[in-house]
């Protein structure tokens, strides 16, 4: 593909994600790999999630601050290095 200005040096992948389903009791949810806060995108039945106010990560572990609901679809897309394009 022919690009205006200049073109991007590294390939663009996909961010991965979890996905989890709420039961209205469960806050704490295990990730597929070690995250931060600051490196995910939560979002539930497509809302997106406030960090540090509605959700906190560390480690492998995702936590609400209040439980989703019942059968509410939760994603978490992980934003790192990968999923970036870099253009020099």
Not at 31 to 56: D, K, R
Not at 64 to 84: H, L, S, W
Request: charged share 20%; proline share 5%.
């Amino acid at each position: 593909m022919a690009y205006i200005g200049k073109e991007p040096q590294d390939a663009y992948n996909s961010p991965t994600k979890d996905r989890f389903s709420g039961d209205a009791s469960t806050t704490a949810f295990t990730l597929s790999t070690t995250q931060t806060t600051a490196n995910v995108i939560v979002s539930i039945e497509g809302a997106l999630q406030q960090p540090t106010t509605s959700y906190a990560v560390s480690g492998t572990t995702l936590t609400f601050t209040q439980a989703p609901a019942n059968g509410d679809v939760i994603e978490v897309r992980k934003i790192n290095k990968e999923c970036i394009k870099i253009f020099k």
